[in-house]
């Protein structure tokens, strides 16, 4: 079974440009999440979807950020525009419930720097 | 922001010997995880534990839910340079749909 598929692996833009983030996630998964991870620090939940619908994005600053998910299969996250503290791993994650557990199977990540 | 603590940070350690960091967390959780991150790579989860004061094993690697329900311990026992990496601690809410993420501790072996 193939994993999280996340494109490009890394990123390099000058602040202020827009750039923008593909996840494939696995096969019959319906939840997806895009993660943010800070040099040296744990992910931190951006947004969830559950199928097409973005049923958790209080962690997504809005003004910069967002995020789609058409058909409810693939993802993008865009930021528009980048600020330098913007650089980071972008993580996605996919998930399918069974039992009490949702394993969330994690991408390699996206690394973004931001000039 | 993060509300999992994990200690040690960073450990640095000779092959063969073992390893225990911990989690705390100022809230409970119904489920806690323990994930490692290689460079390069997203987490992957090691263990899981649904049960407080549940101690479960796989291969070397042993970790306990608390009983308060607010920390966690994992334990490698006699580490190979392949254990190197970042390990996280993880709670899971009770809808079973969102994690938090401690800090991570910087595991490094020297052969």
Known sequence: ?115 | GQQLNQNPQSMFIQEGEDVSMNCTSSSIFNTWLWYKQDPGEGPVLLIALYKAGELTSNGRLTAQFGITRKDSFLNISASIPSDVGIYFCAGQNNAGNMLTFGGGTRLMVKP
């Open chain 1, 1 to 115: 079974e193939a994993g999280v598929v996340q494109s490009p692996r890394y990123k390099i833009i000058e602040k202020k440009q827009p750039v923008a983030f593909w996840c494939n996630p696995i096969s019959g998964h319906n939840t997806l999440y895009w993660y943010l991870q800070n040099l040296g620090q744990g992910p931190e939940l951006l947004i969830r979807y559950e199928n097409e619908e973005a049923v958790d994005d209080s962690q997504l600053p809005k003004d910069r950020f967002s995020a789609e998910r058409l058909k409810g299969v693939d993802s993008t996250l865009k930021i528009q525009p980048a600020e330098l503290g913007d650089s980071a791993v972008y993580l996605c994650a996919s998930s399918r419930r069974t039992g009490i557990y949702n394993e969330q199977f994690f991408g390699p990540g996206t690394r973004l720097t931001v000039l």
